[in-house]
């Protein structure tokens, strides 16, 4: 299959240990899910910062034992995996961005989207400011570089009250690391600890599961995180309390991996619930329930218990199918449908399917999935989806497309199933899935079902915004430095 639905970006970093680089390596390979466009390390000997980047997976950019881990060994290291949701997939974006300012060097790596980043562009560029990137995080080094605001008692806290928009942000200074989150903690961002006692944060746990780290909490909405020689230390830049969060409950929902533990709870726990929910609000007359696998699987569990329809694998899923094979026709990304995800015949072959899959995006991937169980035989498909219609873009980070390429714009849950070829379909109810959440309700975004957006967003000022910024450089990475 190819995703029609591309995830952000992944942040790791740690402070003062003597395997840094290689467990930011192994944190990045754990998050690698966030982002398989370019992959980057910035790392600290407590005076100097340097900083590798390239294009493509954490695996390709950094082999392990090359010589590129090995200039980078240093005690404090910070890395990200892009996707690109603002500026375009080339090497110039790829991050950290490394920059030298008044105060020395400064390495930022940044997950979200800044919905006022071209308007910040626009006013630095009109005083003479050069931009070398086209993403919207450069933006934030230029804001910290500034006379007046490097003046400010707390420089930092007060360039992100500049901010709008969805940051997970880790900072990499000489001599620490600070990790903010803005205040309505959209995207998750956490705090581990290795056996060794020192410090790491991640966009996702499991990234500290990976390093045998342990999970202490997640940064809080609205804070920044030190990581230095003293250990750990926390400030807020906005009163704490006084924004309602607005966690991505997508980042449940599809993004996140089932290990990680995010807004309060587990993410395979989290799609059980939906699953069994879905269940309730629309049952299958089946005799199978099969996953749309990895995102659709444990939603699938959870629709099998509660409904008591035995649960099968009826679909294999390659991992060896990358986002290389993305393809322009629609010919070929049916192809690569069948490439990504083959069907088990033995499973559904004279069977009533009632296949979960966790959403339901442009819906041509899903057709193709289901034109491919039918030939193998399906007797009846019932598409059973655990979270409501998607009808609106995301302004936060994630990559959806316009709201006309959207399935459920415009059209009715009859129209739905006709454009996808099944007998029957059901989407979990907006009300099912803030039901099933830990935290109360009003603590997610739901845009992209509701269309209520909790940060203001101009639309024409954003999602493209910083396309127009066009930039040209080749990869000067040279082979013997791999
Ligand atoms: S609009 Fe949807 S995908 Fe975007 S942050 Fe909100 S919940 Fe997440």
New binding site residues.
């Given amino acids: 299959m190819v995703s029609e639905?591309e995830e952000n970006c992944g942040l790791f970093g740690i402070f003062g240990d003597p395997e840094a680089v290689q467990k930011v390596y192994y944190g990045l390979y754990s998050l690698q899910h966030r982002g398989q466009e370019a992959a980057g390390i910035a790392s600290s000997d407590g005076e100097f910062i340097q900083c590798c980047s390239g294009m493509g997976t954490v695996g390709r950019v950094f082999r392990k034992n090359s010589r590129r881990l090995e200039k980078l060994a240093n005690p404090t290291a910070i890395g990200h995996v892009r996707y690109s949701t603002t500026g375009a997939s080339k090497l110039i974006n790829a991050q950290p961005l490394l920059s030298e300012y008044s105060r020395g060097q400064v390495a930022v790596a940044h997950n979200g989207n800044l919905i006022n980043a071209s308007l910040l562009r626009d006013e630095y560029e009109a005083y003479g400011s050069i931009f070398r990137s086209t993403t919207d995080t450069e933006v934030i080094i230029h804001l910290l570089a500034k006379p007046g605001h490097v003046a400010n008692r707390d420089p930092l806290g007060h360039v992100l009250n500049h901010l709008q928009g969805?940051y997970c942000l880790l900072f990499l200074f000489e001599d620490r690391i600070e990790a903010a989150r803005d205040p309505y903690g959209?995207?998750p961002l956490s705090i581990g600890q290795t056996e060794r006692g020192s410090y790491v944060v991640a966009s996702e746990t499991c990234a500290f599961d990976a390093i045998g780290a342990k999970f202490i909490r997640e940064v809080a909405p609205g804070e920044i995180v030190t990581l230095n020689k003293d250990g750990m230390r926390s400030r807020f830049f906005v009163k704490p309390g006084s924004i309602t969060p607005?966690?991505?409950?997508?980042?449940h929902i599809y993004?996140s991996k089932q290990n990680s533990f995010l807004f309060g709870e587990n993410v395979h726990e989290f799609r059980k619930k939906l699953g069994v929910q879905l269940a309730k609000e629309h049952p299958a007359d089946a005799d199978v329930v099969i996953p749309v696998p990895d995102s659709g699987t444990s939603s699938a569990v959870g629709f099998s218990a509660q409904s008591g329809v035995p649960f099968d694998m009826g679909l294999v899923r390659s991992h060896y199918i990358g986002r290389t094979f993305i393809a322009p026709s629609q010919e070929e990304r049916e192809m690569a449908v069948r490439l990504k995800l083959a069907v088990i015949k033995e499973a559904v072959k004279g069977k009533r399917v009632a296949v979960v899959d966790d959403s339901i995006v442009r819906g041509t991937t899903t057709r193709g999935k289901i034109r491919a169980l039918r030939e193998a035989g399906a007797k009846e498909i019932h598409m059973r989806v655990s979270c409501p219609p998607?009808r609106?873009?995301?302004?936060?980070?994630?990559d959806?497309p316009t709201s006309e390429e959207l399935l459920a714009h415009g059209r009715d849950l009859t129209q739905i199933a006709e454009f996808l070829e099944v007998d029957s379909v059901g989407y979990l109810s907006l009300e099912g899935l803030l039901d099933s959440a830990k935290l109360p309700g009003d603590h997610?975004?739901?845009?992209?079902?509701s269309g209520s957006?909790?940060i203001p967003v101009d639309v024409a000022l954003n999602k493209f915004a910083m396309e127009h910024y066009q930039m040209r450089m080749f990869d000067n990475l040279t082979d013997e430095d791999e």
């Avoid at 607005?246 to 980042?251: K, L, N, P, R, V």
């Avoid at 609106?392 to 994630?398: D, L, S, T, V």
């Avoid at 997610?444 to 079902?449: D, F, K, L, S």
């Fill in positions: 639905k969805a959209i995207h607005a966690h991505c409950i997508f980042e993004f998607i609106y873009p995301c302004f936060y980070g994630i959806f997610y975004c739901t845009a992209c079902w957006y909790r």
